[in-house]
T-cell receptor, first 112, second 116 residues
Framework: GENVEQHPSTLSVQEGDSAVIKCTYSDSASNYFPWYKQELGKRPQLIIDIRSNVGEKKDQRIAVTLNKTAKHFSLHITETQPEDSAVYFCAASTGGYQKVTFGTGTKLQVIP | SAVISQKPSRDICQRGTSLTIQCQVDSQVTMMFWYRQQPGQSLTLIATANQGSEATYESGFVIDKFPISRPNLTFSTLTVSNMSPEDSSIYLC?????????????FGPGTRLTVT
């Protein structure tokens, strides 16, 4: 089955700096890669996703890149703000009502 | 995106008892998923519930321990049976429901279970 590895497990950045979280996946059939943000005590919220036919996708301060050959994908947050502090999960799926496999999570702390 | 609610939001239960968690969606969805999130950990899929058929369980999870019902396209229940302290966790349901051709999954608010 699919295995998703995520690094780093914790990340501290100064407010205004950029943050990068990296993930790798094992199943070459995976074609959908969502990212979730989970604040303390809250449900995971989908913040951005990318399909395998796209190499990069941006939404304001966040962007995701995908290297399908290397089975790598990354989340980039620019101009970080304290409200970006949360746990971020990457995930992979073959889509179409199939299971989503989650990475182990990255706890991001943005220091004001 | 779909609006998902869960009941109860939290509960404290004694070992050996069972708890049934309800998940309600405001629109019809084909597939519902049940996850477990242990403290400080990632999300682990328990099972996939398709209306009108038996749930599909992931490795390490069995129907006798986590029976699931899916009576219609907007509702599902997960029962945690014969509970032990190791079952203390957050249980979340999710649904797949984006615009046509997309695979976004959205989560309910979760049920925080503590077993004493």
């Amino acid at each position: 089955g699919e295995n998703v590895e995520q690094h780093p497990s914790t990340l501290s950045v100064q407010e205004g700096d950029s943050a990068v979280i990296k993930c790798t996946y094992s199943d070459s059939a995976s074609n959908y890669f969502p990212w979730y943000k989970q604040e303390l005590g809250k449900r995971p919220q989908l913040i951005i996703d990318i399909r395998s036919n796209v190499g990069e996708k941006k939404d304001q301060r966040i962007a995701v890149t995908l290297n399908k050959t290397a089975k790598h994908f990354s989340l980039h947050i620019t101009e970080t703000q304290p409200e970006d502090s949360a746990v971020y999960f990457c995930a992979a799926s073959t889509g179409g009502y199939q299971k989503v496999t989650f990475g182990t999570g990255t706890k991001l702390q943005v220091i004001p | 995106s779909a609006v998902i609610s869960q009941k109860p939001s939290r509960d404290i239960c004694q070992r050996g008892t069972s708890l049934t968690i309800q998940c309600q969606v405001d629109s019809q969805v084909t597939m519902m998923f049940w996850y477990r999130q242990q403290p400080g950990q990632s999300l682990t899929l328990i099972a996939t519930a398709n209306q009108g058929s038996e749930a599909t369980y992931e490795s390490g999870f069995v129907i006798d321990k986590f029976p699931i019902s899916r009576p219609n396209l907007t509702f599902s229940t997960l029962t945690v049976s014969n509970m032990s302290p190791e079952d203390s966790s957050i249980y979340l349901c999710s649904v797949e429901g984006g615009t046509s051709g997309t695979y976004e999954q959205y989560f309910g608010p979760g049920t925080r279970l503590t077993v004493t």
